[in-house]
């Protein structure tokens, strides 16, 4: 058994294998020890703690679950209590390491050919290549299925791409960044492993956030990049692989909110049973206890759900409607736990050292990226009335 967490009041985490268990201690350490100690100074200032790269690449966590290529084949349930883990402490870090790992290792493993796969997959378990994920546009975010603006055609041996991502996390200093791109000719989405020294790519980073201020989102541009047929994913089709790579990622967001979700109610229950008023901790108060309990209760139902959805996604029965309910009913709830946190910890709930108003902050970026709360909506929606409600 696990010391005693807090946030854990069913002891979810005794369904996983020792093995899991000692991956998941170990993983908290880390960020308990590494990361918890500079997460505040780093948001503050917008910058990437790179030196922890490395760190993060030894903990051999990058592509858990997938097999091969160096990769450790763990299943997905470890995918998702990791990305619970790294959000629990900086929402950050696991916003760099899922855009790394999941979304554009994942496309490579998902959409890649083998020689693509042995090629990227190995230095990027071991994070000595970083990858980024850019499919949103300035003009298309939700819409990016059907209205991609960016273009590719074919010349000889080569490919070239023009226009405009937004929003691309890790960007600023990824060695590749996954381009999806329409076809001019036929009309169907592609895919490129388009390197940071490839001429035509620019990225420029994004300044401002108001939440996950430490990743580092970025405008790219693209003119009249030249990309070898080599450099394009050799399994993708059109924009229905994209989306196999979305439904993967999508169930790690789920957990991703219950990590942000946990980690400021962790934090409002010790500050209240030391913080004392009227002569008591204001624990003892029931006002105060209404909103822990309410807490709890919301952080137990998400990580309940999100068990569930990583052993469909492990029987590999997960569907997109049910990564799409997980994702919205999360990032819904984790608004919630966060702002009552924020709340019973008074003024102090504002401030930056006192890490919940950090949570507070990127629960935003959670409840709108991999798809808004409205659009995961409308995907559940049309999945259990036959009406899709997308359009009109
Ligand atoms: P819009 O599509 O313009 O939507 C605006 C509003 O309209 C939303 O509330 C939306 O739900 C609503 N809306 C749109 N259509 C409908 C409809 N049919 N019915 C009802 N309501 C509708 N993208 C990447 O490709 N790579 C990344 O690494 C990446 N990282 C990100 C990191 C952060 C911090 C953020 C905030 C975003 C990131 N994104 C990334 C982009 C993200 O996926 C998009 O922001 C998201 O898909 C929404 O697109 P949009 O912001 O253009 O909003």
């Known amino acids: 058994k696990l010391p005693p967490i807090d946030g854990d009041f069913y ?8 093995e899991e268990r000692d991956i998941q201690i ?7 020890d590494e990361v918890k100690p500079i997460a505040n100074e780093y948001w503050n200032k917008a910058e990437f703690p790179h030196h922890i790269i490395p760190k993060i690449g030894a903990l051999n966590i990058c592509g858990i679950a997938y097999e091969g290529y160096g990769c450790p084949n763990q299943s997905f349930l470890m995918e998702g209590v990791l990305a619970m883990e790294l959000a629990r402490v900086d929402v950050s870090i696991s916003t760099f390491f899922g855009v790394h790992s999941g979304l554009a290792m994942g496309s490579i493993y998902l959409c890649g050919s083998d020689a693509q796969k042995e090629e990227w997959l190995p230095k990027m378990q071991r994070m000595e290549v970083i990858g980024a994920f850019g499919l949103t546009e ?13 273009t590719c055609y074919k010349e000889g041996n080569e490919w070239i791409l023009n226009g405009e991502k937004k929003w691309i996390g890790n960007a600023t200093f990824s060695d590749i960044t996954i381009i999806w791109a329409r076809e001019k000719e036929t009309n169907r989405v592609k895919g490129f ?3 940071k020294e490839n001429p035509g790519f620019k990225a420029e980073k994004m300044e401002d956030k108001m939440a996950l201020r430490t990743v580092q989102n970025a405008k790219i541009t693209l003119t009249d990049c030249h990309i070898p047929e080599s450099d394009r994913l050799q399994k993708c089709d059109s924009f229905k692989d994209t989306a196999k790579v979305l439904k993967m990622t999508r169930a790690g967001v789920a957990w991703q909110a219950v990590g942000c979700a946990r980690g400021a109610y ?10 004392e008023q009227f002569g008591r901790p204001i624990a003892a108060f029931q006002l105060i206890q209404n909103h822990l309990v309410e807490m709890l209760a919301n952080l137990t139902a998400m990580q309940t759900m999100c068990f569930r959805l990583s052993e469909l996604q492990d029987q590999d029965l997960l569907t997109d409607e049910q990564a799409s309910l997980a994702k919205v009913f999360c990032s819904m709830r984790t608004r ?10 008074g003024g102090n709930g504002i401030l930056l050292e006192y890490d919940v108003a950090r949570f507070v902050a990127d629960a935003e970026a959670i409840y709108s990226y991999e798809g808004t709360k ?7 929606g049309r999945a259990i009335t036959g009406y899709s409600a997308f359009v009109g």
């Open 11 to 18: 002891d979810l985490s005794l369904k996983l294998s020792q």
């Open 26 to 32: 170990k993983v908290r350490n880390f960020m308990e």
């Open 138 to 150: 300035p003009n298309v975010g939700s819409a990016v299925a059907g209205g991609m603006e960016t």
């Open 193 to 195: 492993i388009v390197r």
């Open 266 to 275: 962790e934090s409002a229950l010790k500050y209240t049973k030391k913080r």
């Open 336 to 345: 919630d736990v966060v702002s009552r946190a924020r709340e019973v910890m």
């Open 374 to 380: 409205e659009i995961n909506t409308l995907i559940v």
